[in-house]
Structure formats: C-alpha cells, structure tokens
C-alpha cells in the first residue's frame, strides 16, 4: 500500500514536469553562413572599405544573444566566400544541407547568412529545390560587422524572429533586410551603398518585420519549395548558361561566341520590353536552330517581358522570361533544361515559377 502511493506521487510528478519541459523547448534554428559583408571586418568604424567573409558563424552568433530567448540557434558554416564569388556548385551545397536539416523534425526553420550581391539568385535558387515548408530565410547586411551601426546583428535578429513564426511556413524561401520580407521569386538589389537596397519590384513587399513579428500583407504569387517540379536529387552540375546583354550598337559576339564554346541555353537581357536588336535577334534564331533554347529578359529592372509584342516569340522559338530578372531567368532555364528543350513547355515553367 505504502508502495503504491509513492508510485502515484511519482506519477504525478511526472505528469507535472513533463509539460513544464515541453512548454520550455524553445524552437532549433540553424544558422548556415556563407560570408559576406554580414561578416566583414573593416579597418576602422567609420571606414568603408572591409574584407567580407572573415567572421565565423559562432562569432555572428554570439554577438545577437538576444536571439537565444527567441530559439536555439546551432552554426554552421557551409562556405564562406563574398557572394561575388558565389558559384552553381555552392548553391547544390547549400540547398543539400537545407534540405537535410529541414527533412528532421527538430528542426524548425533555416537562416542563411549572405552577401548581398547575388543574394536573390540564391534564395531563388533554393526557392525551386527545397522540398520543405518550413522557413527558409537568408539575411545579410550592407555595413560589416565593425561598422559605426553595423546592420548586420538587428537583421539577424529579425530573420531569426521571422523564422520561428508559425505564420512563415508556406511562404517559400525569403530575404529579411531592413525590416522587409521580400519573396525569393521578386527580391532584387538595387542599390549599391543603402540599407534599403532589397525592393521587390513587380509584387511588393511579402510583408514587414514589426516588434520582432512578421506582418505578412500577401502570399507568394509563384510556385515555390514543395510545389516545385524541380530538385537537386543526384545532381553534381546544371546545364551551363550564359547571359548576354543588350545595348545600343551591340554585335553578336558574344551570343556567337557562347554558341561556339557549347552553351546550352541563352538568356538575352534586351532593351525595353527584352528586345534584341536585328543581329543578335538573327543569331539568337541561330541558336534555337542549333537546339539551344534562348529567353528573353530584359536590362529594365521592373515590369513583365511580354511574348507578341514587337516580337513574336513563336515565330523565333523564343521564350519569354514575364517578371524574371535576367539573372533568376538564368536559373530557372539551367533547372527547365533538365527536363525539356521545347519552348513552349518552358514559356508554362517561366509563367508558373
Ligand atoms: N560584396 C558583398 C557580398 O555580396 C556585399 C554584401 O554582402 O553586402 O558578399
């Protein structure tokens, strides 16, 4: 009898701590970093010039402890470069890790830490190969960390806030800079010194980090992560493919000269609406006529690269990139060549993603 009443006590002990545990358990957050400016150091705290890539992720980690009450964060870091230096190989690197990490069920949410210069190609990147739902966000900074109000330490902090929100799920990859959510699909960096160099210029804004909340104002618009047809499975490389740009007086070396060393697909970066002028038009069409495929994009950041308006892309066997920078049209031809060479299936993965 004795016994059996300090089983039932124990028991009740349990049933009491159990919850108490559970109700602690804060959620796991990784942090990969990949260099940058975010982990720059500069010579003074006023100077402007820095070296990017210089402080590890313990140490970017260790200087936001306030992010500690919001997760538990673990580092790693995948590669540390400025994001200049950023090739097709480290992105199958980085988007393996995440897939493995996100693929676990104690791991909440992902933050990438990045240099901003191809940031967006990155997240777009990730945002067609990663098979989860769970939050994905990359964040960097314009200042280096030694910087007079370095940017660095409040983004981290928010993109970690971001993540752990329940309402970031589904959102598909998404860059937190300067208290904004911009989508993986629309992020473009468009000034070159400002802290408020991330616009999402075709859509807006996914929302804005207020009081370490996100405040969502709209969903993504293009299919994204789970919803991708595309993935990194088994891939050691992606179809090479070039970008040439369009000014007034160009020649056609360079789409000739592509075509000569065994490009396999082309994005033009034209003029007004993606327009090449008459030589390149003819050796774009000799591409096509080669089996390369070729998309037009435009040089003008902002508005859609329409098909049948100066040209019609069906007589050419064109493409058409709609709202994809030059740069994320790039990516999404190396990932729409791994499953097709027909113009039209691709103009359906340029209006879809
Ligand atoms: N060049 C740097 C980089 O992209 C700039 C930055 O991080 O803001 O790595």
Same mark, same amino acid.
């Given at each position: 009898?004795?016994?059996?009443?300090?089983? =039932?006590?124990?028991?009740?002990?349990?049933?009491?701590?159990? /919850?108490?545990?559970?109700?602690?358990?804060?959620?796991?957050?990784?942090?990969?970093?990949?260099?940058?400016?975010?982990?720059?150091?500069?010579?003074?705290?006023?100077?402007?010039?820095?070296?990017?890539?210089?402080?590890?992720?313990?140490?970017?980690?260790?200087?936001?402890?306030?992010?500690? *009450?919001?997760?538990?964060?673990?580092?790693?870091?995948?590669?540390?470069?400025?994001?200049?230096?950023?090739?097709?190989? $480290?992105?199958?690197?980085?988007?393996?890790? &995440?897939?493995?990490?996100?693929?676990?069920?104690?791991?909440?949410?992902?933050?990438?830490?990045?240099?901003?210069?191809?940031?967006?190609?990155?997240?777009?990147?990730?945002?067609?190969?990663?098979?989860?739902?769970? /939050?994905?966000? !990359?964040?960097?900074?314009?200042?280096?960390?030694?910087?007079?109000?370095?940017?660095?330490?409040?983004?981290?902090?928010?993109?970690?806030?971001?993540?752990?929100?329940?309402?970031?799920?589904?959102?598909? &990859?998404? =860059?937190?800079?300067?208290?904004?959510?911009?989508?993986?699909?629309?992020?473009?960096?468009?000034?070159?010194?400002?802290?408020?160099?991330?616009?999402? /210029?075709?859509?807006?804004?996914?929302?804005?980090?207020?009081?370490?909340?996100?405040?969502?104002?709209?969903?993504?618009?293009?299919?994204?992560?789970?919803?991708?047809?595309?993935?990194?499975?088994?891939?050691?490389?992606?179809?090479?493919?070039?970008?040439?740009?369009?000014?007034?007086?160009?020649?056609?070396?360079?789409?000739?000269?592509?075509?000569?060393?065994?490009? *396999?697909?082309?994005?033009?970066?034209?003029?007004?609406?993606?327009?090449?002028?008459?030589?390149?038009?003819?050796?774009?069409?000799?591409?096509? *006529?080669?089996?390369?495929?070729?998309?037009?994009?435009?040089?003008?950041?902002?508005?859609? =690269?329409?098909?049948?308006?100066?040209?019609? $892309? $069906?007589?050419?066997?064109?493409?058409?990139?709609?709202?994809?920078?030059?740069?994320?049209?790039?990516?999404? !031809?190396?990932?729409? !060549?791994?499953?097709?060479? $027909?113009?039209?299936?691709?103009?359906?993965?340029?209006?879809?993603?």
């Amino acid at each position: 009898m004795q016994m059996k009443r300090k089983t =039932i006590i124990i028991i009740c002990l349990m049933g009491l701590l159990i /919850p108490a545990t559970i109700a602690q358990q804060k959620p796991l957050v990784y942090i990969l970093a990949t260099g940058g400016t975010i982990a720059g150091v500069g010579a003074s705290e006023t100077s402007s010039g820095y070296n990017a890539g210089v402080v590890s992720v313990d140490k970017i980690i260790t200087s936001v402890p306030e992010m500690l *009450k919001l997760a538990e964060i673990k580092g790693e870091q995948v590669v540390n470069v400025p994001s200049q230096d950023i090739t097709v190989n $480290d992105w199958l690197i980085i988007a393996g890790r &995440v897939n493995e990490l996100l693929a676990r069920q104690d791991v909440t949410a992902v933050v990438i830490t990045h240099g901003t210069d191809t940031m967006e190609e990155t997240a777009y990147f990730l945002n067609l190969v990663i098979k989860s739902d769970k /939050p994905v966000i !990359l964040v960097g900074s314009m200042r280096p960390s030694t910087a007079l109000s370095a940017d660095g330490p409040m983004n981290v902090y928010d993109a970690v806030a971001v993540a752990v929100d329940s309402s970031s799920v589904g959102k598909g &990859v998404m =860059i937190v800079m300067d208290d904004k959510i911009c989508s993986a699909d629309d992020a473009l960096k468009m000034m070159t010194t400002s802290l408020e160099t991330f616009h999402c /210029p075709n859509y807006g804004y996914l929302g804005y980090v207020y009081d370490s909340k996100p405040i969502y104002t709209r969903n993504p618009v293009k299919k994204h992560t789970i919803h991708s047809e595309f993935s990194i499975e088994d891939m050691v490389a992606l179809p090479r493919v070039d970008i040439v740009y369009g000014y007034a007086g160009v020649d056609s070396l360079f789409v000739t000269t592509a075509v000569d060393n065994g490009v *396999k697909g082309i994005v033009y970066a034209g003029v007004g609406n993606g327009n090449p002028n008459t030589q390149n038009l003819n050796a774009l069409a000799r591409a096509v *006529k080669k089996g390369i495929p070729v998309v037009r994009a435009a040089r003008t950041p902002i508005g859609p =690269i329409t098909q049948y308006d100066e040209l019609n $892309d $069906d007589k050419y066997g064109f493409s058409a990139s709609w709202f994809k920078s030059p740069e994320k049209a790039r990516i999404l !031809l190396m990932f729409a !060549l791994t499953k097709t060479k $027909d113009y039209k299936e691709m103009q359906r993965m340029f209006l879809e993603y």
